[in-house]
Each structure stands twice: as structure tokens, then as C-alpha cells.
């Protein structure tokens, strides 16, 4: 059955810039949409970013837009997140997920809720220092 492996967290200062990978293993098919959340301690998993297969549409959390760019290898059925000009707040263990169907609402509007993606990597650290 399908997989994702992430890769690519760390630690780096602020100002600097990250870059994610989310590489699907084993697919049966490509998906609906792929999406990028994070976690900080104490808080709620956060809607990062997501890209849509069949609109091709990406779509930004507001405290992320204009600092990462999400972008997709349709043959590995792979999404990446660069991050630049990353902040403290930045600080958080940052998840893949996929939706391998589509799941309702507008067709070709990625969801912001992690209820709507089936398949989630384990997550990778990204620390960003003051």
C-alpha cells in the first residue's frame, strides 16, 4: 500500500531558507491532492499548504503566503515546500498528507482540513533559531 517518506527538516537561524520533500512509495494511482500541515507544541495542526492534481491549483496558509512555495514531481507523485525567509514561529514538526480521492466541496479546491487527507507521513522537525 502507498506511503509517503518526507524528508529534508532541520535546524537553521532565522532568515534562512528549508526545503521539504514528500515522495510517495508503493502508489496505486496519483491523488486527488497532496498537502503540506504542521504541529508546534501545544497547538492545533496548522494547514500549511496544498497542491491540487486535477486544477493544478496551490493554496497558502496566511502566515506562510508569500515565503513558501509548494511544487510537484507528477512522475514521483512528490511534493516539495520550500521555505524561505523562515521565523521562529516557523518552529514546528511539519507533516505530508494526501488525499487520494477526491472528498467533497468545490472539485479542484484542496482542503484545509486534516480530515480530508487519508495518507500522512510521519512528520519531520524543522527548528528555526531567532
Known amino acids: 500500500q502507498a506511503q509517503l517518506q518526507e524528508s529534508g527538516g532541520g535546524l537553521v537561524q532565522a532568515g534562512e531558507s528549508l526545503s521539504l520533500s514528500c515522495v510517495t512509495k508503493?502508489?496505486?494511482?496519483?491523488?486527488?491532492?497532496m498537502a503540506w500541515f504542521r504541529q508546534a507544541p501545544g497547538k492545533e495542526r496548522e494547514f500549511v499548504s496544498a497542491f491540487n492534481w486535477p486544477s493544478l491549483k496551490t493554496d497558502y496558509g496566511d502566515s506562510v503566503k508569500g515565503r513558501f512555495i509548494i511544487s510537484r514531481d507528477k512522475a514521483l507523485l512528490a511534493v516539495y515546500l520550500q521555505m524561505n525567509d523562515l521565523k521562529p514561529e516557523d518552529t514546528a514538526v511539519y507533516y505530508c498528507?494526501?488525499?487520494?480521492?477526491?472528498?467533497?466541496?468545490?472539485?479542484?479546491?484542496?482542503?484545509?482540513?486534516?480530515?480530508?487527507?487519508?495518507?500522512w507521513g510521519q512528520g519531520t522537525q524543522v527548528t528555526v533559531s531567532p
Open positions: 498528507a494526501a488525499a487520494r480521492a477526491y472528498y467533497g466541496g468545490a472539485y479542484g479546491v484542496s482542503s484545509h482540513r486534516t480530515v480530508d487527507y487519508d495518507l
Open positions: 508503493n502508489p496505486t494511482a496519483s491523488p486527488y491532492a
